[in-house]
Protein backbone atom coordinates (compact mmCIF):
# COMPACT_ATOMS: atom_id res chain seq x y z
CA UNK A 1 0.00 0.00 0.00
CA UNK A 2 1.72 3.19 -1.05
CA UNK A 3 1.27 6.75 0.46
CA UNK A 4 0.57 10.01 -1.28
CA UNK A 5 4.08 10.48 -2.31
CA UNK A 6 4.43 6.57 -3.71
CA UNK A 7 6.38 4.83 -1.01
CA UNK A 8 6.22 1.85 0.71
CA UNK A 9 4.82 1.81 4.46
CA UNK A 10 2.86 -0.99 5.20
CA UNK A 11 4.30 -4.09 3.30
CA UNK A 12 6.46 -5.84 5.44
CA UNK A 13 7.76 -8.16 2.76
CA UNK A 14 6.96 -9.75 -1.06
CA UNK A 15 7.84 -13.26 -1.86
CA UNK A 16 7.47 -15.33 -5.05
CA UNK A 17 4.64 -17.47 -4.67
CA UNK A 18 6.34 -21.06 -5.01
CA UNK A 19 7.68 -23.55 -2.46
CA UNK A 20 10.37 -21.96 -1.60
CA UNK A 21 8.35 -18.34 -1.17
CA UNK A 22 4.99 -20.44 0.73
CA UNK A 23 7.82 -22.48 3.35
CA UNK A 24 9.23 -18.67 3.97
CA UNK A 25 5.94 -17.31 4.75
CA UNK A 26 4.92 -20.23 7.12
CA UNK A 27 8.69 -20.20 8.77
CA UNK A 28 8.22 -16.13 9.23
CA UNK A 29 4.76 -16.85 11.09
CA UNK A 30 6.52 -19.57 13.58
CA UNK A 31 8.65 -16.56 15.19
CA UNK A 32 5.75 -14.10 15.57
CA UNK A 33 4.63 -13.20 18.89
CA UNK A 34 0.79 -14.66 18.25
CA UNK A 35 -1.12 -12.53 20.69
CA UNK A 36 -0.28 -9.39 19.88
CA UNK A 37 0.72 -10.21 15.53
CA UNK A 38 -0.15 -12.04 12.59
CA UNK A 39 0.78 -11.59 9.00
CA UNK A 40 -1.69 -10.94 6.34
CA UNK A 41 -0.73 -12.41 3.21
CA UNK A 42 -2.07 -11.09 -0.40
CA UNK A 43 -1.99 -10.96 -4.05
CA UNK A 44 -1.97 -8.51 -6.43
CA UNK A 45 -5.26 -6.68 -6.44
CA UNK A 46 -7.98 -8.78 -8.00
CA UNK A 47 -5.68 -12.15 -8.34
CA UNK A 48 -6.85 -15.20 -6.21
CA UNK A 49 -3.37 -16.07 -4.00
CA UNK A 50 -2.89 -19.45 -6.12
CA UNK A 51 -2.42 -17.63 -9.31
CA UNK A 52 -0.27 -14.92 -8.20
CA UNK A 53 3.40 -14.38 -9.04
CA UNK A 54 4.30 -12.87 -5.63
CA UNK A 55 2.64 -13.02 -2.08
CA UNK A 56 2.75 -9.17 -0.76
CA UNK A 57 3.18 -10.11 3.35
CA UNK A 58 1.93 -7.44 5.80
CA UNK A 59 2.68 -7.47 9.48
CA UNK A 60 -0.90 -6.99 11.55
CA UNK A 61 -0.84 -5.85 15.61
CA UNK A 62 -3.80 -6.98 17.56
CA UNK A 63 -5.10 -3.47 19.12
CA UNK A 64 -8.18 -2.63 21.47
CA UNK A 65 -9.24 -1.11 18.25
CA UNK A 66 -9.02 -4.14 16.10
CA UNK A 67 -6.24 -5.64 13.96
CA UNK A 68 -4.07 -2.84 12.76
CA UNK A 69 -1.66 -2.82 9.68
CA UNK A 70 1.91 -1.79 11.56
CA UNK A 71 3.87 0.44 9.17
CA UNK A 72 7.44 -0.55 7.99
CA UNK A 73 9.31 2.21 10.37
CA UNK A 74 7.97 0.32 13.16
CA UNK A 75 8.86 -3.19 11.83
CA UNK A 76 11.93 -2.62 10.49
CA UNK A 77 14.52 -2.22 13.37
CA UNK A 78 17.53 -2.85 12.12
CA UNK A 79 19.09 -5.19 14.08
CA UNK A 80 15.97 -7.26 14.19
CA UNK A 81 15.78 -7.24 10.25
CA UNK A 82 19.27 -8.07 10.11
CA UNK A 83 18.99 -11.08 11.91
CA UNK A 84 15.47 -12.13 10.05
CA UNK A 85 17.63 -12.18 6.75
CA UNK A 86 20.11 -14.05 8.07
CA UNK A 87 17.82 -16.25 9.43
CA UNK A 88 15.92 -16.63 6.15
CA UNK A 89 19.21 -17.62 4.30
CA UNK A 90 19.83 -20.44 6.41
CA UNK A 91 16.62 -21.91 5.86
CA UNK A 92 16.46 -21.48 2.33
CA UNK A 93 19.94 -23.46 2.32
CA UNK A 94 18.46 -26.20 4.87
CA UNK A 95 15.00 -26.40 2.15
CA UNK A 96 17.64 -26.63 -0.71
CA UNK A 97 19.18 -29.78 1.36
CA UNK A 98 16.27 -31.54 1.54
CA UNK A 99 14.88 -30.68 -1.99
CA UNK A 100 12.44 -28.22 -1.36
Known sequence: MANGN???HQLLFRVPN???????????K???NTDS??????GRDGVALKDAKTLRVYLMAKTPNGVKTVGITEAN??????????DAYSMKTALSRIGI
Request: charged fraction near 20%; hydrophobic fraction near 35%.
Open 18 to 28: TTYGRAFIEWS
Open 77 to 86: HVDARTQFYQ
Open 30 to 32: SFL
Open 37 to 42: YRLKVR
Open 6 to 8: GTQ
